[in-house]
Every structure is written in structure tokens, then in C-alpha cells.
């Protein structure tokens, strides 16, 4: 049977993995799910990417969990607490400051009536250039908002900075601004905070007591067993804090609607199960406006979790090839708030498709594209000019050493820098996606040895993308995608528009207006 073109690429052997994984944790869930105090654990979160689960039921690894000792279990306990309660002391500092502040919601405060409520990531260190308002994730909702006369505020997650001092400027900045902002700092009282210690001394606990209670006769139950007890020192209480926001929301605003950047995680599934027990009437639109990944498992949401009042009451995805119309969460289609470019770009190269026109993507993790700077510094294209942009997230300076003198660091806006390219080399990144839109040939570096993060459908692998994965298969792979396009141009454009209409969708204010119940 033919694969699925609107499918993500999936090798057999990861599907299997990921079946495997995903049964196993959602049997583990139905009753760890009941308890709140598990919904913040990484492991049960099914998040591939802060843990080693996923690789481990990939390789089909054996658990080794017999040589964590008394001594090794004490030590992760030790390192828990100290990291938490260092983390929740800064947490109290940052408390402080926003009450010397002086600044409070006039929107929690004054209990405005069908308020929207925008649940979304605040990067510290891009907030003042961005007018202190979410240009990341939801961008342009608020303005769409303001526009139209309804009423909303940020119930921020803010990211990426530890230093305490550097949110006094922040506060007092909100204090000026115009948007309105509901946070933790503001709606989290001594209560809370006593709850939080309570979490942190005994959660770890929970945890172990979970784990000698998984059937060690079954080998992917102790496989998760093991990952559960190496993983007991991370932090994990500012996800149950927001268990505790999520609460205090329900209990002060009565009508509202939140619109939530959905990923699924910990932190997410704590909010909506505190508003859920404190307030059933805030509807909950889970906004999935991101590319999705083959590993990424976690954004799909279980059926035992909808009944435990987990789950958001619609979910909104960036493309129809992310519709799952088996869920019993009505999935609709939203709007690529992050990629609206991509509607106005031509697919035609200024280059021209007579020579390869190279460009390298970095990927935020610095491991990842110091592997991909490595690889095709040992190719062909080493004695080549090409182009390298670094993702935003990325310190550059550590891997300059790798970027060879006839290779060229490009800044700025990424399509800018995609225009003059025709072929894109990537690793664990979603631009890849985006370059194949419009119309770039794509490879892939693969991880030999584990899971390759892959954005791309089970479409056009082979002539508009492929992997490579040793020194060989990169200049081997560059000269067939540039013969193919060379000898159907047309075809790469085919390919491209398909991929723009199942990944990415554009709309209209109205539009956006109508997704959240709003005209």
C-alpha cells in the first residue's frame, strides 16, 4: 500500500517506536492523570525532546535502572531540591519586583465581560524591541484584536532569562504600555506559594512510588521506569504553578475565552485542567500555528486525557495536512501567523537553476548545527561559496571555527536569504518546510544514528527533498536535486504549491475573527 502524501514522513521503524511509546504512556496516564501532581512530569508528557524515552524505545534500548543505587537516588533528590527552590527564590524575587512596580491588571481587576485571554510565550530578551507584545508565537493576534474593539490581555509564559534584575525594567514598562498583562506574579498568593513547596518537597516521591508500581515484567513499562527515575532531579514546578494560575483565572474572570499557543506540554496541560476545575464556562481554542515534526508526539492529544478535562475544547492548526479527524477534539483549520510570507513569495529562483546556489540553516540547538557545519565542511562544498544563517536562538560565536573563510554568514529576514538560494541544507529545523513552499530543493542531514527531526510529508522525497547523512550522500544528493530540477523545473513548482497548501494557510482579519467565535 502507498504511503499517505499528506502524512508526515514517518520511516516503519520510527512508527513502531512511536506506537509503542505512546501506548505504553497513555495506559500509564489513565490513573497517573488523576493525581494533578503527575500532569507536570516530562517523561508522562510524552515530550520527546526533554528526555531520552522516544530514542530509547527507538533503539529498542534494555533499561538499566538496576544500577541506580540508594546513593545515585539520593543524589538526584539533592539536586532536585536545590534547583528548585533556587529557581522558585528567583521566582519570589521576580514577585517582589512586580509589586514594587506598582502595576496591576485592569482587566482581572475590573472582571471585563467576554475578555480573551492570550496564553502565549514572552521571550524576555526580544520584549522591548517588540513593544513588549508577543511577536513569536501568536504574532499580530492582539493587534487583529485591538483593531476590532475586543478586549483581551496576555496571560504570559516569560522565557529565557534567569536574572531577576532584568525584569524590573520589564514591569515598569508595563506599567507605560498600553496592552494589559495578566501574570503569575500577580495572581499566585502566599497559598500558592505554600502549595508550590509542598510540590517540590514531595513530588519526587509521587514519582518514585509510580515507578516501582509499573510492571517491570513488561520491558517498555521499565524502559519508562528507568527514564522516570533518571529524570527525577529536573525542575519541575514551574509547570504545576500554572495548574495553579489556570485556578485563579477560573476563580476571578467568569467569562472569557482563552487562546492558548498549544503544544501540548506539561505547562499546557496544567493550565487547562486548572481552569477546568475552577471554571467549565472559559472556552479553551488550542492554536497548534507551527510546523509539525514526525518525533514531535507529544501535540496529539489522547482521548483518555479529553475526559480528564486536559484537552482544549477546539484545536486550530496552521494546515490541513495537521487536521486529525480522528480525535474527538474538533481540529479546524487556522492560519500561519508565523509563515504569512510565504503567500507573497514567487518560486522562481533569481539565481537561475544552472548552478547549485547553496544555502546552510542552522538549527537553535548548537549540537545540531555544529554535527551539520561539520558534515558539509567535510564535502565538496567545502572549496565552495555558500551561504550559513543562523537561527535566531543561536549563539553563533562557538561554531565560528567551523564556518570556513569562503563561506558567507548571512543576517536579516529568512526569506530575503531563501530568495537567492535554490537548494537548503538543514537539520532539525521547520524551515525546512518553509524553503520547500517555495520551491527550494531541500536535503536533510540525518542523524545516522538515532531519530531525524523531519517536517516534510511522505511528498517528493527524492526530487524536491532528501536525506543525507554521511560526507558522500550530501554532494551526491546536492547533484541530483539540481539535475531534477535542471530537467522539470515545472514539477519542484508543482511540488511546492502542494506543500504551501496542506502546511500553511493564510486569512483574512474576518476570518481570524470567525476561528475564535468572534463575528
Same mark, same amino acid.
Given at each position: =500500500?502507498?504511503?499517505?502524501?499528506?502524512e508526515?514522513y514517518r520511516?516503519?521503524?520510527?512508527k513502531c517506536a512511536?506506537?509503542?511509546f505512546?501506548?505504553?504512556? !497513555?495506559?500509564?496516564?489513565?490513573?497517573a492523570?488523576?493525581h /494533578?501532581y503527575?500532569l507536570?512530569n516530562?517523561?508522562?508528557?510524552r %515530550?520527546p525532546?526533554?528526555?531520552?524515552l522516544l530514542?530509547?524505545?527507538?533503539?529498542?534500548?534494555?533499561?538499566s535502572s538496576?544500577?541506580?543505587?540508594? $546513593?545515585s537516588?539520593?543524589?538526584k533528590?539533592i539536586?532536585?531540591?536545590v534547583? @528548585?527552590?533556587a529557581k522558585l #527564590?528567583?521566582w519570589?524575587l521576580?514577585?517582589?519586583?512586580?509589586?514594587l512596580s506598582?502595576?496591576?491588571?485592569s482587566?482581572?481587576n475590573t472582571?471585563? #465581560?467576554?475578555?480573551?485571554?492570550?496564553?502565549?510565550y514572552?521571550?524576555?530578551s526580544?520584549?522591548?524591541?517588540? +513593544?513588549?507584545?508577543?511577536?513569536?508565537?501568536?504574532r499580530?493576534l492582539?493587534k487583529t484584536?485591538?483593531?476590532?474593539?475586543?478586549v483581551y @490581555?496576555y496571560?504570559?509564559?516569560?522565557?529565557?532569562?534567569k %536574572?531577576?534584575?532584568?525584569?524590573i525594567s520589564?514591569?515598569?514598562?508595563f506599567?507605560?504600555n498600553?496592552?494589559?498583562?495578566i501574570?503569575d506574579?500577580?495572581l499566585?498568593? $502566599?497559598?500558592? /506559594?505554600?502549595?508550590?513547596?509542598?510540590?517540590i518537597?514531595?513530588?519526587?516521591?509521587?514519582?518514585m512510588? $509510580?515507578?516501582?508500581?509499573?510492571?517491570?515484567a513488561?520491558?517498555d =513499562?521499565?524502559?519508562?521506569?528507568?527514564e522516570?527515575l533518571?529524570?527525577i532531579?529536573?525542575i519541575? *514546578?514551574?509547570?504545576y504553578?500554572?495548574?495553579?494560575?489556570g485556578?485563579?483565572?477560573?476563580?476571578?474572570?467568569?467569562?472569557?475565552?482563552?487562546?492558548?499557543?498549544?503544544?501540548?506540554? #506539561?505547562?499546557?496541560?496544567?493550565l487547562?485542567?486548572?481552569?477546568r476545575?475552577?471554571?467549565k #464556562?472559559?472556552?479553551i481554542f488550542?492554536?497548534?500555528?507551527f510546523?509539525?515534526?514526525?518525533?514531535?508526539v507529544?501535540?496529539?492529544?489522547?482521548?483518555s486525557?479529553?475526559?480528564?478535562g486536559l484537552a482544549?475544547?477546539r484545536v486550530l492548526v496552521?494546515?490541513?495536512a495537521?487536521? !486529525?479527524?480522528k480525535?474527538r477534539?474538533?481540529?479546524?483549520?487556522?492560519t500561519?501567523l508565523r !509563515?504569512?510570507?510565504i503567500?507573497?513569495?514567487?518560486?522562481?529562483?533569481p539565481?537561475g537553476e544552472?548552478e547549485?546556489?547553496?544555502?546552510?540553516?542552522?538549527?537553535y540547538?548548537?549540537?545540531?548545527?555544529?554535527?551539520l557545519l561539520q558534515?558539509?565542511? &567535510?564535502?565538496?562544498?567545502?572549496?565552495?561559496?555558500?551561504?550559513?544563517?543562523?537561527?535566531?536562538a543561536?549563539n553563533?560565536?562557538?561554531?565560528?571555527s567551523?564556518?570556513? !573563510?569562503?563561506?558567507?554568514?548571512?543576517e &536579516?529576514? $529568512?526569506?530575503?536569504s531563501?530568495?537567492?538560494? %535554490?537548494?537548503?541544507?538543514v537539520?532539525?529545523?521547520g524551515?525546512?518546510?518553509?524553503a520547500?513552499a517555495?520551491g527550494?530543493s531541500?536535503?536533510?542531514?540525518?542523524?545516522?544514528?538515532?531519530?531525524?527531526?523531519?517536517?516534510?510529508?511522505n511528498?517528493?522525497?527524492?526530487?524536491? *527533498?532528501d536525506f543525507?547523512?554521511?560526507v558522500?550522500?550530501?554532494? @551526491?544528493?546536492?547533484?541530483?536535486?539540481?539535475?531534477i530540477?535542471?530537467?522539470n523545473?515545472?514539477e519542484i513548482? /508543482?511540488l511546492?504549491e502542494?506543500?504551501?497548501s496542506?502546511?500553511f494557510s493564510?486569512a483574512?482579519e +474576518?476570518e481570524?475573527?470567525t =476561528?475564535f467565535?468572534?463575528q
Amino acid at each position: =500500500m502507498g504511503r499517505d502524501n499528506t502524512e508526515l514522513y514517518r520511516t516503519e521503524k520510527l512508527k513502531c517506536a512511536l506506537s509503542r511509546f505512546s501506548n505504553a504512556i !497513555n495506559q500509564i496516564n489513565i490513573l497517573a492523570y488523576k493525581h /494533578v501532581y503527575f500532569l507536570s512530569n516530562g517523561v508522562l508528557s510524552r %515530550n520527546p525532546y526533554i528526555n531520552k524515552l522516544l530514542e530509547r524505545f527507538y533503539k529498542d534500548s534494555y533499561p538499566s535502572s538496576n544500577g541506580q543505587g540508594y $546513593l545515585s537516588v539520593v543524589a538526584k533528590l539533592i539536586s532536585c531540591y536545590v534547583r @528548585s527552590f533556587a529557581k522558585l #527564590s528567583l521566582w519570589l524575587l521576580q514577585k517582589f519586583f512586580f509589586f514594587l512596580s506598582g502595576y496591576r491588571s485592569s482587566n482581572l481587576n475590573t472582571n471585563a #465581560s467576554n475578555l480573551l485571554l492570550i496564553d502565549t510565550y514572552f521571550v524576555v530578551s526580544n520584549l522591548k524591541k517588540n +513593544d513588549y507584545r508577543d511577536k513569536a508565537c501568536l504574532r499580530g493576534l492582539d493587534k487583529t484584536f485591538e483593531k476590532h474593539g475586543k478586549v483581551y @490581555s496576555y496571560l504570559p509564559i516569560f522565557y529565557g532569562e534567569k %536574572n531577576p534584575f532584568k525584569y524590573i525594567s520589564i514591569f515598569n514598562a508595563f506599567k507605560k504600555n498600553k496592552v494589559d498583562y495578566i501574570t503569575d506574579y500577580e495572581l499566585l498568593n $502566599l497559598v500558592d /506559594v505554600v502549595k508550590i513547596i509542598g510540590f517540590i518537597i514531595t513530588y519526587p516521591f509521587f514519582v518514585m512510588r $509510580l515507578a516501582r508500581s509499573l510492571d517491570v515484567a513488561d520491558k517498555d =513499562m521499565t524502559l519508562i521506569k528507568d527514564e522516570l527515575l533518571l529524570t527525577i532531579n529536573q525542575i519541575t *514546578w514551574d509547570s504545576y504553578a500554572r495548574y495553579l494560575v489556570g485556578r485563579r483565572v477560573g476563580e476571578k474572570i467568569t467569562r472569557a475565552k482563552l487562546i492558548s499557543w498549544c503544544e501540548y506540554q #506539561s505547562i499546557q496541560k496544567n493550565l487547562y485542567k486548572g481552569l477546568r476545575d475552577t471554571n467549565k #464556562s472559559i472556552k479553551i481554542f488550542g492554536c497548534q500555528f507551527f510546523l509539525r515534526f514526525g518525533d514531535w508526539v507529544n501535540i496529539d492529544i489522547p482521548d483518555s486525557e479529553i475526559d480528564l478535562g486536559l484537552a482544549p475544547d477546539r484545536v486550530l492548526v496552521s494546515g490541513r495536512a495537521a487536521i !486529525n479527524n480522528k480525535s474527538r477534539v474538533p481540529y479546524e483549520l487556522g492560519t500561519s501567523l508565523r !509563515n504569512k510570507q510565504i503567500f507573497q513569495l514567487e518560486n522562481k529562483c533569481p539565481c537561475g537553476e544552472s548552478e547549485l546556489s547553496p544555502i546552510i540553516l542552522l538549527s537553535y540547538l548548537e549540537c545540531e548545527s555544529k554535527r551539520l557545519l561539520q558534515l558539509i565542511g &567535510g564535502s565538496e562544498f567545502r572549496h565552495e561559496k555558500l551561504y550559513v544563517k543562523a537561527h535566531p536562538a543561536l549563539n553563533l560565536a562557538p561554531l565560528k571555527s567551523f564556518i570556513h !573563510n569562503n563561506w558567507v554568514v548571512v543576517e &536579516g529576514d $529568512l526569506y530575503d536569504s531563501l530568495q537567492n538560494a %535554490n537548494l537548503v541544507i538543514v537539520t532539525a529545523s521547520g524551515t525546512a518546510a518553509e524553503a520547500v513552499a517555495i520551491g527550494k530543493s531541500v536535503i536533510i542531514i540525518g542523524d545516522p544514528n538515532g531519530i531525524t527531526t523531519n517536517p516534510l510529508l511522505n511528498l517528493g522525497k527524492g526530487i524536491i *527533498w532528501d536525506f543525507a547523512s554521511t560526507v558522500q550522500e550530501v554532494t @551526491s544528493i546536492a547533484v541530483k536535486l539540481l539535475e531534477i530540477r535542471l530537467a522539470n523545473i515545472e514539477e519542484i513548482y /508543482v511540488l511546492a504549491e502542494k506543500y504551501k497548501s496542506l502546511l500553511f494557510s493564510d486569512a483574512t482579519e +474576518d476570518e481570524i475573527l470567525t =476561528m475564535f467565535g468572534l463575528q
